[in-house]
């Protein structure tokens, strides 16, 4: 791109450009970040703070505004834990692995599994090659230009796809899942299966709380309730 643009005398992109295993997501993917970007991840902060404390506030007042923010989100994942632990995800379409899915993942990160199924099942498949048990397949999403290799090693069980989606997410992408559907694999592999993502990661972070935070769906819910509403005229003071 240096080259196209004519900007190879530029000191600081060719400097930047020095420097791009440090800032370029491409370099990244094989490191797990919660499918999250650092800009997402500032951006996502920015917008949720704003909502709390205003140019106007001092130190003191600031602080107590973030506090209720820090309250706000503990209550929403502690309702979103209650949600995962008391209720199994409705596949949009009843297929093995989804049932096997639904009943390993927590609700968010198995709808994130279902559109990558869903993904798969509007991709082409072909196989280039085999040397000793590892397949090597292109997989081409319908009306898309791009394309994604994946390896599918039979005897170990072992899958990587170039797209790096389960190295950075820690869910098997549309690629994968479209190797695996070609195979007859019908559940997620054990080695796939972040232990973090799943309902058992939950309740075991529940039942490891000490005996005093460990009160029941309804008391959590009621007495956070009320919190909530004892916020109400703060939140409209801000
Ligand atoms: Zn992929």
Same mark, same amino acid.
């Given at each position: 791109?240096?080259? /196209?643009?004519?900007?190879?005398?530029?000191?600081?992109?060719?400097?930047?450009? /020095?420097?791009?295993?440090?800032?370029?997501?491409?370099?990244?993917?094989?490191?797990?970040?919660? *499918?999250?970007?650092?800009?997402?991840?500032?951006?996502?902060?920015?917008?949720?703070?704003?909502?709390?404390?205003?140019? /106007?506030?001092?130190?003191?007042?600031? $602080?107590?505004?973030?506090?209720?923010?820090?309250?706000?989100?503990?209550?929403? #994942?502690? /309702?979103?834990?209650?949600?995962?632990?008391?209720?199994?995800?409705?596949?949009?379409?009843?297929?093995?692995?989804?049932?096997?899915?639904?009943?390993?993942?927590?609700?968010?990160?198995?709808?994130?599994?279902?559109?990558?199924?869903?993904?798969?099942? *509007?991709?082409?498949?072909?196989?280039?090659?085999?040397?000793?048990?590892? $397949?090597?397949?292109?997989?081409?999403?319908?009306?898309?230009?791009?394309?994604?290799?994946?390896?599918?090693?039979?005897?170990?069980?072992?899958?990587?796809?170039?797209?790096?989606?389960?190295?950075?997410?820690?869910?098997?992408? +549309?690629?994968?899942?479209?190797?695996?559907?070609?195979?007859?694999?019908?559940?997620?592999?054990?080695?796939?299966?972040? #232990?973090?993502?799943? #309902?058992?990661?939950?309740?075991?972070?529940?039942?490891?709380?000490?005996?005093?935070?460990?009160?029941? +769906?309804?008391?959590?819910?009621?007495?956070?309730?009320?919190? #909530?509403?004892?916020?109400?005229?703060?939140?409209?003071?801000?």
């Amino acid at each position: 791109m240096l080259d /196209k643009y004519e900007l190879k005398t530029n000191e600081w992109l060719e400097r930047m450009f /020095k420097l791009k295993e440090k800032w370029a997501l491409v370099y990244g993917r094989q490191s797990f970040c919660a *499918d999250m970007t650092t800009t997402q991840r500032s951006e996502s902060m920015n917008s949720v703070l704003k909502r709390y404390v205003s140019y /106007k506030h001092n130190l003191l007042q600031f $602080f107590h505004h973030f506090d209720r923010l820090i309250d706000e989100r503990r209550y929403q #994942k502690l /309702k979103a834990d209650l949600r995962t632990c008391h209720s199994t995800p409705v596949a949009s379409f009843p297929v093995e692995i989804l049932k096997h899915a639904a009943s390993v993942y927590t609700l968010e990160v198995f709808e994130l599994f279902q559109d990558e199924l869903r993904k798969a099942y *509007d991709s082409q498949i072909e196989l280039c090659g085999e040397i000793g048990g590892a $397949f090597e397949y292109k997989i081409i999403p319908f009306r898309k230009h791009y394309q994604h290799t994946v390896m599918y090693d039979t005897s170990q069980g072992n899958v990587s796809c170039s797209c790096k989606k389960f190295e950075f997410a820690g869910v098997l992408c +549309s690629h994968t899942l479209k190797v695996l559907s070609s195979r007859n694999i019908v559940k997620i592999p054990e080695l796939y299966i972040k #232990k973090r993502w799943t #309902k058992k990661a939950k309740k075991s972070v529940a039942e490891a709380q000490p005996l005093e935070d460990s009160v029941s +769906s309804s008391q959590c819910v009621n007495e956070n309730e009320e919190k #909530k509403n004892d916020w109400s005229p703060l939140q409209r003071i801000v």
